[in-house]
């Protein structure tokens, strides 16, 4: 027996989505918005995220198809964020909606349409380690392998191949561009680049890379699959759009071209990724490619004070390529940005310190205050004196300075040389020389043990015959070029000065190491410089590196008077810092040649990139903001570096006052420096701030002489830029 229930017809008519209350006129006008191509110029601290969620429940309350939505963001994790609230806005299993990184996306695509690409089904993804692997094996089949002769390590050579793919341009460019000392082994370069993605076709196998690049192939030679593709995804909305790359945005316009619903949501000046392929065309040019686009834009800003939000107004207005606008705050006023002129490193380091104590006091916790910076060597005098307060700090630009290997590598010459008998440190630089491998330096250790007989010995051992003899033929001319150097690290011809030893290890081979090692070179050796120039502050080398180990023992402890153990506050580059904020952060370095850095200066585009990282800076503020420079680097050359103020800084209107200008007192007197100009009168204490709160040593006045110092290449990852065929 059987009975039959008829189920009625679903009702279409729903109620609108309440968003009173909830959402502001700008970012309703964008939930709101029907079908067809939309821009969004989404500010900082505007609302980006609720306003795309919003967009997205709008979709799914008025009867899209979960499965018919394609959410495109940067992160595994801010996607599954944006999914959540739109189930708590939408109420709705969003298990169909589909969401993810680029890369994400693209393998569930290519997991049904792999053999059209010639792999077969179930194909595997490489991970880094993996395609190094595979890196290695086609230096290996081309001959190539690294011995005596420097070829490019499979590491330098992945990323090179990475910028090539994302950015679709030639390798031949790339390698001329980004490391142009390889120019001569172009052609074997090549060869191996070949080889590699040979290899990978015969593993069945795809590097993250590959995910794109695929994708990007599928939709462009199979117009049956794009047109498919194109009616499921009904609606396209990518986040973070400024920050694509080439091919990322070849992609999305290959996916809109079927129904063109593309909402693309970012922000112009917020884009600082170039040096690792985005491609700041994607948005900028977005209104031409689309000519009926609708651009909205969110202005209102919920983080900062208006005072931080008119110093970076003014400041983002300095550009030339921009969508105009200007953001304006909800909160109350807070205090005005402070300008703080520091006489040298060590006194701005120690106005942060200082100041991050007073903060403290005043009730700001210290996860609520950051150190910001443009390269990672400018906190390295700010983790010596934090360390020295006992203030606990968190690192998120990269390692502590003198745990980052290529310091380490640099510091091991000094320490074999003023102690013969430090087996780390010797097996430690013999690593470093092209032909000698571990086998080689055991062999050379238990060599030097043999002839000591428990003697303290020398480093003039390294030469003896029965020590030297151990090296194989290919590796004694790296080996007698390393023992001379620790030689002469031994005995100067002059003073033993810490500085002048780093430098001479940095142009005795270090720097062609560093150089055939790693994509990010320029900036390992810019950190090497500035360690040098940090080093000059000490009479010996036994002087520094005691300082250095007992200053890096105290930097691992986290505990702080007063403070938990978790509570620690962050130093981190501002590339790092995006999308985040705090209640204090602290600008440093704030010096032309260091931050815009010298490197970027080479064109309008490099600038105006500096300049949008300068006001990514600025806006990670809620309340207070700190923009320190100092005015003398450390001497080098034995001759002390004057600098200029940032450009980002002498650029801001003098009326009305966007800063207050702090003046450094010093209570021992002003300082005497080769070069400098006179003495600056003391301004007033900051009100609320005891006289005598900020006693530090006094500034000069404006000096008479200027120069700028190279800055740092900020390192370059294997996310790259742009999209055609494989471009080798």
């Known amino acids: 027996m059987s009975r039959r229930y008829q189920l009625e017809p679903r009702s279409e008519s729903r109620a609108p989505l309440q968003t009173e209350g909830?959402?502001?006129?700008?970012?309703?006008?964008?939930?709101?918005?029907?079908?067809?191509?939309?821009?969004?110029?989404?500010?900082?601290?505007?609302?980006?995220?609720?306003t795309l969620t919003w967009r997205v429940a709008r979709l799914l309350h008025e009867g899209h198809a979960p499965e018919s939505l394609l959410l495109l963001t940067f992160t595994n994790k801010a996607a599954r964020e944006m999914l959540r609230r739109v189930e708590e806005v939408a109420r709705i299993d969003t298990r169909r909606l589909w969401g993810g990184t680029f890369h994400h996306v693209a393998h569930r695509v290519l997991r049904d349409h792999a053999g059209l690409l010639g792999f077969h089904p179930g194909y595997s993804i490489l991970d880094r380690e993996d395609s190094r692997d595979v890196m290695g094996a086609s230096i290996a089949d081309r001959g190539l392998a690294v011995g005596a002769r420097r070829f490019p390590k499979a590491d330098v050579l992945l990323d090179l191949v990475s910028m090539a793919v994302n950015t679709q341009t030639p390798l031949a460019e790339v390698v001329a561009d980004r490391r142009p000392q390889f120019l001569p082994l172009t052609d074997d370069v090549l060869r191996v680049a070949r080889r590699y993605a040979e290899r990978k076709q015969q593993l069945n196998a795809m590097d993250f890379d590959d995910l794109l690049l695929h994708w990007k192939v599928l939709l462009a030679e199979h117009p049956e699959v794009r047109q498919r593709l194109g009616e499921r995804f009904r609606n396209l909305l990518v986040d973070e759009y400024q920050d694509t790359n080439k091919l990322q945005g070849d992609v999305?316009?290959?996916?809109?071209?079927?129904?063109?619903?593309?909402?693309?949501?970012?922000?112009?000046?917020?884009?600082?990724?170039?040096?690792?392929?985005?491609?700041?065309?994607?948005?900028?040019e977005f209104e031409r490619r689309y000519p009926d686009a609708r651009r909205f834009d969110l202005t209102v800003n919920y983080r900062s004070t208006p005072q931080i939000l008119e110093l970076a107004n003014r400041s983002i207005a300095c550009n030339l390529k921009q969508f105009e606008k200007e953001l304006s705050a909800v909160r109350a006023a807070g205090p005005l940005p402070a300008l703080v002129p520091c006489r040298d490193v060590g006194q701005q380091a120690a106005f942060v310190a200082q100041r991050v104590l007073e903060l403290r006091d005043e009730g700001v916790p210290l996860p609520e205050i950051a150190v910001l910076y443009r390269a990672h060597h400018h906190s390295m005098e700010i983790q010596f004196e934090l360390a020295r307060r006992g203030i606990p700090f968190v690192v998120r630009s990269g390692v502590r300075f003198f745990e980052a290997a290529h310091i380490k590598d640099v510091l091991a010459h000094l320490r074999f040389a003023r102690n013969p008998g430090d087996e780390l440190a010797l097996k430690r630089c013999l690593r470093l020389a092209p032909g000698v491998g571990t086998a080689t330096a055991e062999q050379l250790w238990s060599a030097l043990l043999a002839r000591r007989r428990g003697g303290a010995g020398s480093v003039e051992e390294l030469l003896a015959p029965d020590v030297a003899g151990q090296v194989p033929p290919k590796g004694r001319p790296g080996y007698r070029r390393l023992a001379e150097l620790l030689r002469r690290l031994a005995r100067p011809p002059t003073r033993d000065l810490p500085g002048e030893s780093i430098e001479a290890v940095l142009e005795e081979g270090y720097e062609d190491y560093l150089k055939v090692e790693f994509l990010n070179a320029d900036s390992r050796v810019e950190d090497v410089r500035q360690l040098a120039e940090y080093a000059r502050g000490y009479e010996d080398t036994e002087a520094f590196l005691a300082e250095v180990s007992?200053?890096?023992?105290?930097?691992?402890?986290?505990?702080?008077?007063?403070?938990?153990?978790?509570?620690?506050?962050?130093?981190?580059?501002?590339?790092?810092?995006?999308?985040?904020?705090?209640?204090?952060?602290?600008?440093?370095?704030?010096?032309d040649g260091r931050f815009p850095s010298a490197q970027a200066l080479k064109d309008r585009d490099g600038e105006e990139e500096e300049r949008r990282l300068f006001y990514v800076a600025c806006t990670r503020a809620r309340d207070e903001l700190y923009l320190c420079f100092p005015l003398v680097a450390a001497p080098r050359d034995r001759e002390r570096v004057v600098l200029k103020a940032s450009r980002f800084l002498e650029e801001l209107p003098a009326e009305p006052a966007v800063y207050e200008r702090w003046q450094l007192d010093d209570p021992a007197g002003p300082p005497r420096l080769e070069g400098g100009g006179p003495e600056a009168g003391a301004l007033p204490p900051r009100p609320g701030v005891p006289a005598g709160a900020l006693a530090l040593p006094s500034l000069f006045g404006t000096p008479d002489r200027e120069g700028t110092e190279e800055g740092e290449d900020v390192p370059g990852n294997r996310d790259g830029g742009s999209g055609s065929d494989v471009p080798f």
Not at 34 to 44: F, M, S
Not at 261 to 269: F, I, K, P, T
Request: charged share 20%; hydrophobic share 45%.
């Open 252 to 284: 999305v316009d290959l996916l809109a071209s079927v129904h063109r619903n593309l909402c693309v949501v970012g922000d112009d000046a917020q884009c600082i990724y170039g040096f690792r392929g985005a491609h700041f065309a994607n948005i900028l």
């Open 550 to 591: 007992l200053l890096t023992e105290l930097a691992a402890e986290t505990v702080s008077e007063g403070g938990e153990p978790d509570e620690k506050m962050v130093l981190s580059s501002v590339h790092q810092a995006k999308g985040l904020e705090w209640r204090a952060v602290f600008l440093v370095w704030l010096a």
């Open 22 to 50: 909830l959402l502001n006129d700008e970012q309703r006008a964008v939930v709101e918005a029907g079908d067809g191509p939309i821009l969004v110029i989404a500010g900082a601290g505007s609302g980006k995220t609720r």
